[in-house]
């Protein structure tokens, strides 16, 4: 059942609670705000925004693209770190702004959208991405839009509006974007298909909106993954992940094909799971969590088609990500989230129109709607808020990282020449690769020095790390740069390993030579 219209549902109020809670959104994150280089991926996106490059697989290329765009639009503000900092910051305030669009539609009820819009921006994922370059806060923004472009597709189907259609192709290019963004986006496939049909059953007739659909779709992919071969090929940006220059390389990046043993055990121990993951919601959504099922109840009765849409795109999603053993998969959730928080929108919604038939039972205004509805909405709608309000100063700690400068602190450290010499070969791990890229590559740094990692020495088939070791023992200086104990346990019975003092993890070593009995 789609609510009625009330004078509250105009544009002009689901604008203002859009820009209300994006600006929130905004205003949060740029306060936390990373001023500068990380470690791990962060780094690494900072480096190949401004450069143009591509990504870890998936390769990121609508992400690379906007952040490259960023980049000069941003530069009135910072260094490139804090531009693509920015970026997301921007990506997370957009994301708020669009949930209290989708509630909006959804509700008509301006307030509850605006409650839902703070609430998203406030939840600890959505906010600690929003703090530092991260693909998630463009993926979370491209999937609330989609969303939002679904519900409208179906309100104007169903009244006969003659551009409904337009609203279908434009979900069909975001899906394409949001495929460049990340490839999570799949999980929403089977669900999109349920919608659509069970919002046209005839569609396959419509043959040109078929067409124009999957066109549209097709040729938005095509558009944004060229920036892989092209970035690797003919206009080589200096900094590639892998081959995606080659026919075999650019499906590997795009498939992701050295992640693929990363889904573990996806049928076993679900009732754990289930537990793990109700725990998770809890510290994301504190006590509004209880009320997750009820509003999908409520979303099935009032909004059975977005129920639809959304109900297995939720189940598909926290499966997947509960099964997924792969760095920080706590990103995963950020459309659960959402989707969890539209739902409760919906049981606000109902407990509005149900506490206004108690208190104003035949109180109509001139337009139709119930006098005191507006004011019962201010009302459902803080008491929403008030548990964010509550662990608004614990979260702020939490994610806060405007104070947090260990990266550059780290970079200067170590690339200070008594640390590593002139000419060296350093032989890295990833996290602490891509501040050095980003350092070299951005900032000009020390381009003396040959930076290997793990990657590159699989692309250019320069063997273990031993090989890489001996090939230049006695030539260049080798710098160390490694976390894992064994790896360090194993090379110190061949290498002269000498541990250097800087700020941070303790992870630099120096190799000064081999053991007699280690062999070369």
Same mark, same amino acid.
């Given at each position: 059942m789609v609510t009625s219209q009330r004078p509250e549902q105009t544009t002009l109020g689901t604008a203002l609670s859009a820009l209300g809670a994006g600006l929130i959104a905004l205003g949060l994150s740029v306060a936390t705000l990373l001023p500068g280089v990380a470690f791990w991926d962060t780094a690494e996106l900072q480096a190949v925004g401004p450069l143009l490059g591509t990504g870890h697989p998936t390769g990121f290329p609508t992400w690379v693209i906007l952040g490259w765009l960023a980049s000069v639009v941003f530069q009135p503000f910072g260094d490139p770190a804090f531009r693509m900092n920015l970026l997301d910051a921007v990506c997370i305030a957009v994301a708020a702004g669009l949930t209290a669009v989708l509630v909006g539609r959804l509700t008509g009820r301006p307030w509850i959208a605006f409650a839902a819009g703070v609430l998203l921006a406030t939840t600890p994922i959505a906010w600690s991405i929003g703090t530092h370059a991260d693909v998630h806060a463009l993926f979370l923004a491209l999937t609330v839009l989609l969303l939002v472009l679904l519900v409208d597709w179906e309100r104007l189907d169903r009244a006969g509006c003659p551009g409904a259609d337009r609203r279908l192709?434009?979900?069909?290019?975001?899906?394409?974007?949001?495929?460049?963004?990340?490839?999570l986006v799949l999980l929403l496939a089977p669900s999109i298909v349920l919608f659509v049909f069970a919002v046209a059953p005839g569609i396959l007739r419509r043959r040109r909106l078929v067409g124009t659909c999957l066109l549209a779709l097709a040729g938005t992919l095509a558009l944004v993954y060229l920036e892989l071969p092209l970035r690797a090929g003919p206009f080589r940006a200096t900094m590639v992940y892998g081959h995606p220059e080659t026919w075999d390389g650019f499906w590997g990046i795009v498939l992701a094909q050295q992640f693929q043993g990363s889904l573990v055990a996806p049928f076993s121990d679900l009732g754990a799971k289930a537990v793990a993951l109700a725990g998770f919601a809890s510290d994301q959504l504190g006590p509004l969590v209880w009320l997750v099922p009820f509003g999908f109840v409520a979303t099935v009765v009032r909004r059975p088609r977005y129920a639809l849409l959304t109900g297995p795109a939720l189940a598909l999603m926290c499966w997947f990500a509960a099964s997924y053993d792969n760095a920080q998969i706590d990103r995963y959730y950020l459309v659960p989230a959402v989707i969890a928080l539209t739902w409760i929108a919906v049981l606000a919604e109902v407990t509005v129109d149900r506490l206004d038939r108690t208190?104003?039972?035949?109180?109509?205004?001139?337009?139709?709607a119930r006098a005191s509805a507006p004011v019962v909405a201010v009302i459902v709608a803080g008491l929403l808020l008030v548990p964010m309000l509550a662990r608004l100063p614990s979260r702020w700690a939490a994610v806060d990282e405007s104070r947090d400068r260990t990266g550059a602190a780290w970079l200067d450290a170590v690339l200070d020449e008594n640390v590593i010499g002139q000419d060296a070969v350093v032989l890295s791990w990833w996290s602490y690769s *891509?501040? %050095?890229?980003?350092?070299?590559?951005?900032?000009?740094?020390?381009? $003396?020095?040959?930076?290997?990692?793990?990657? *590159?020495? %699989?692309?250019?088939?320069?063997?273990?790390?031993?090989?890489?070791? $001996?090939?230049?023992?006695?030539r260049r200086p080798i710098i160390l740069i490694q976390i894992d104990p064994a790896v360090i346990g194993s090379l110190a019975s061949r290498y002269r390993l000498t541990q250097l003092a800087v700020p941070g993890p303790q992870v630099v070593y120096r190799v000064d030579g081999a053991l007699a009995e280690g062999g070369r």
């Open positions: 192709i434009g979900a069909a290019v975001v899906f394409g974007l949001a495929l460049g963004s990340h490839s208190l104003a039972p035949g109180r109509l205004d001139r337009h139709g *891509t501040p %050095l890229w980003y350092a070299q590559h951005i900032e000009g740094r020390r381009p $003396d020095i040959r930076i290997v990692d793990d990657r *590159t020495r %699989l692309d250019e088939h320069l063997g273990d790390i031993p090989e890489v070791i $001996d090939a230049n023992l006695g």
